[in-house]
């Protein structure tokens, strides 16, 4: 820009120039013309034309002025256009540079956006796989507790059958001691049983007797009665007659028949 406006000062100075030494050089060659004293005539006629010449060449002066003006205002108008071109370009790059940039913020953001989905995935799948490994662990325990209850059961139950079967002999022994010392009691009753008078035959009653480890009767009556009271009564006499009855030394086996119901009939 500086240089188109040096470009023009130097060509209207030139211009101004060449129009002062034009116009010297006529006013000279004026004078010279009168100083030879030509005929009146002639001189009128020089003097015409060297005024003509001289109006031409402002003329022209102030045509190549005007060209000068309108190729500078030219100029400008370019010089303008120039700069409004510049500016704009200059506003389109800055404006491409903020584009540019706010891609980039953009990029940025979204690579962040993306590695922090990328962590939330990463700690989500985490998370699962701990989940199914806990899932995994408590379904094997729990499979492995199925499994321990199910042993325990079939064991309590192998257990309760051996007891039961070993109870169940027990008990068939039990009872034969049980009914031998059944026998024993009755026939100690029996020897006791005053018969004298008795004129029903066939009178039986049913018992009961509870008695101590020691076979002491310490309370007897009688559960079912044979419809003669005398023979009840004297049922219940001999019980007490004969305690202290006969009953086994092991406890366990006396307390199943510390209390009896008997069947009793005289011989």
Known sequence: MNFLVTRSAVFSILIHGLAVALLIFSL??????????????QI???TAIDSKEVEQEVTKLKELEQKKD??????????????NK???AEQKR????????????????EEKRRKEEEQKLAETKKKQEALQKEEERKKKEALAKQEADKK????????????????AAQDR????????YTQKIIASIQAEYNLLGLVEPGLSCVLFIRMSPTGDVIDTRISKSSGNTIFDSRAV??????SPLPVPDDARVFAKMREINMTFKPN
């Open 28 to 41: 000279d060659f004026s004078t010279k013309t009168v100083q030879t004293l030509p005929p009146p005539g």
């Open 44 to 46: 009128i006629e020089a």
């Open 70 to 83: 309108i190729q500078q205002k030219e100029q400008e108008k370019k010089l303008k256009e120039l700069e």
């Open 86 to 88: 510049t500016h704009t």
């Open 94 to 109: 800055k404006e491409e540079e903020l584009k540019l940039a706010d891609l980039k913020q953009k990029q940025v953001e």
């Open 152 to 167: 325990k059961k079939e064991a309590e139950a192998s257990l309760k059958k051996q007891l039961a079967a070993e109870t």
């Open 173 to 180: 022994q039990d009872l034969t001691v049980i009914q031998q």
């Open 237 to 242: 006499a001999a019980v007490q007659k004969a």
